[in-house]
């Protein structure tokens, strides 16, 4: 006989919004830690392991690993789009260094189930509901852990369009987790996050808005630029 085991589960739903089927899949998973992952998302050997490590540590309730741009030479966007992330995952390692790691990426993240289970899992009121759970964790003083050697490649908008739809989701989104967690800033129990994290934060919703401004004038000026050389 087999002694094979499926690892694999695979759950149809109908189209009840990404949360909902994530806190589906939450209460179907039988293992302590679940890992979450963008569905156009490519893990890097070794990725699940590095994020599963820092969990030896039990004050650590989640991690949450890198992400670089798959698609970065598919046009002057996605060559942008590969700085900026760049740029995230910076973000991330100055924020862990003061103490102020909020961040919980559904691009690849992972989490213990028995504390989110406890806190509701991920919310269906807000668009961002990785920020907001990574926020949550902090508040009830657990600790999350960034992990840059777990990557994941993901694939960015290739169209300017794509892109500002992408982008005024992040900015909306981003506004109702600053509404919803505004009594964290300058908080003094979380020094890190309050007075650093969000808002830089705060800035970085602005930013992805003024990035379509910003690839756009580029755009311009190459396209005037070869216009005018013939």
Same mark, same amino acid.
């Given at each position: 006989?087999?002694?094979?085991?499926?690892?694999?589960?695979?759950?149809?739903? @109908?189209?009840?919004?990404?949360?909902?089927?994530m806190?589906?899949? !939450?209460?179907?998973?039988?293992?302590?830690?679940?890992?979450?992952?963008?569905?156009?998302?490519?893990? @890097?050997?070794?990725?699940?392991?590095?994020?599963?490590?820092?969990?030896?540590?039990?004050?650590?309730?989640?991690?949450?690993?890198?992400?670089?741009?798959?698609?970065?030479?598919?046009g002057? !966007?996605?060559?942008f789009?590969?700085?900026?992330?760049?740029?995230?995952?910076?973000?991330?390692e100055?924020?862990?260094?003061?103490?102020?790691? %909020?961040?919980?990426?559904?691009?690849l993240?992972?989490?213990?189930?028995?504390?989110?289970?406890?806190?509701?899992?991920?919310?269906?009121?807000?668009?961002? @509901?990785?920020?907001? !759970?990574?926020?949550?964790?902090?508040?009830?003083?657990?600790?999350?852990?960034?992990?840059?050697?777990?990557?994941?490649?993901?694939?960015?908008?290739?169209?300017?369009?794509? =892109?500002?739809?992408?982008?005024?989701?992040?900015?909306?989104?981003?506004?109702?987790?600053?509404? @919803?967690?505004?009594?964290?800033?300058?908080?003094?129990?979380?020094?890190?996050?309050?007075?650093?994290?969000?808002?830089?934060?705060? %800035?970085?919703?602005?930013?992805?808005?003024?990035?379509?401004?910003?690839? =756009?004038?580029?755009?311009?000026? %190459?396209?005037? %630029?070869?216009?005018?050389?013939?």
């Amino acid at each position: 006989t087999s002694t094979r085991k499926r690892i694999i589960r695979a759950f149809r739903t @109908e189209h009840i919004g990404k949360s909902k089927v994530m806190n589906m899949m !939450l209460n179907a998973a039988k293992n302590p830690i679940v890992i979450t992952i963008d569905g156009d998302t490519l893990i @890097e050997k070794g990725s699940i392991q590095r994020l599963a490590a820092p969990f030896s540590e039990k004050a650590v309730a989640a991690t949450t690993g890198s992400m670089k741009v798959e698609n970065h030479d598919n046009g002057i !966007l996605t060559w942008f789009q590969r700085i900026e992330y760049l740029g995230f995952s910076l973000f991330n390692e100055m924020c862990q260094r003061v103490g102020g790691m %909020y961040c919980t990426a559904g691009t690849l993240s992972a989490f213990r189930k028995d504390v989110i289970s406890k806190m509701g899992g991920f919310s269906s009121r807000l668009l961002l @509901e990785d920020k907001d !759970l990574g926020i949550r964790l902090v508040k009830s003083g657990h600790k999350i852990v960034f992990v840059p050697q777990a990557t994941a490649r993901t694939n960015a908008p290739e169209s300017l369009s794509r =892109l500002i739809k992408q982008r005024f989701r992040w900015a909306r989104g981003g506004i109702q987790v600053l509404k @919803e967690h505004k009594d964290i800033y300058a908080d003094r129990k979380h020094p890190g996050v309050g007075f650093f994290s969000l808002p830089f934060m705060s %800035y970085w919703y602005f930013h992805s808005i003024m990035v379509i401004l910003i690839a =756009l004038e580029v755009i311009l000026g %190459y396209s005037t %630029y070869y216009i005018a050389a013939g």
